[in-house]
């Protein structure tokens, strides 16, 4: 892997225990996969999905062939365990009502850097079967590099583990996720429509 970006920490030692458990998960889950072999293996890249649940970065990190390193609302990391393993996992941590131009920044050098980062376009979680209007900020991540980008749809986190619930529902449903080809995409267009594009792409997966 290149250098670490300044201030971006995450476990190598956990994320090799976990790519050994992880299938345990995935049939626990009962995740279905297509299209896995569109993420490159190598370089940087970004990963850009549907939002559904809080489960998403840990089933899209069960199934990627690589380290996926996720943007999370700040908030997280003070929640006592979880707080404790996302930054094991080098999620970013991004500050929510504000444009947070560190986090954004520190995506885009991550990616510049050789490493595989994790977009909701999104922002935070949309409702059963609906979208909801993605950020700008999107656009910005990737205008600012010239790395591939990956459409993902996620269908079924939202019944396992829906908004307001303490535990996932282990078994209520099968979860669903298809890995699109990636999307070329003009780089000069105005990040609120590189965003759009993006989330358009997504659901036609």
């Known amino acids: 892997m290149p250098d670490l ?13 976990w790519f050994k458990i992880r299938p345990v998960f995935k049939n ?12 490159p293996l190598e370089k940087g890249c970004i990963l850009a999905s549907n939002h559904r649940s809080n489960l998403d970065p840990f089933v899209l990190n069960t199934v990627s062939p690589r380290p996926i ?3 999370a609302k700040q908030e997280l990391f003070k929640v006592p365990v979880l707080g404790w393993f996302i930054k094991k996992a080098g999620a970013i941590p991004v ?8 986090a954004l920044k520190q995506a885009v ?22 979208y909801r209007k993605p950020q700008s900020g999107v656009g910005l991540i990737v205008s600012k590099t010239e790395s591939p980008v990956i459409p ?41 429509d590189i965003a759009e594009y993006i989330m358009e792409s997504i659901k036609k997966l």
């Open 69 to 71: 390193f996720f943007m």
């Open 152 to 192: 993902i749809k996620i269908e079924g986190t939202d019944i396992i583990y829906p908004a307001g619930s303490k535990f996932p529902k282990i078994g209520r449903s099968p979860i669903l996720i298809k890995v699109g080809k990636p999307i070329l995409i003009d780089r000069q267009m105005e990040y609120s």
């Open 95 to 102: 500050k929510r009502n504000k444009r947070d131009i560190g």
């Open 5 to 17: 970006e300044e201030n971006f920490y995450y476990s190598e030692t956990g994320y090799k225990i």
């Open 28 to 39: 626990l889950l009962r995740i279905k996969v297509e299209g896995i072999e569109n993420i």
């Open 109 to 130: 050098n991550l990616v510049k850097d050789g490493y595989c980062v994790g977009i909701f376009p999104e922002g935070s979680r949309a409702k059963p079967g609906e």
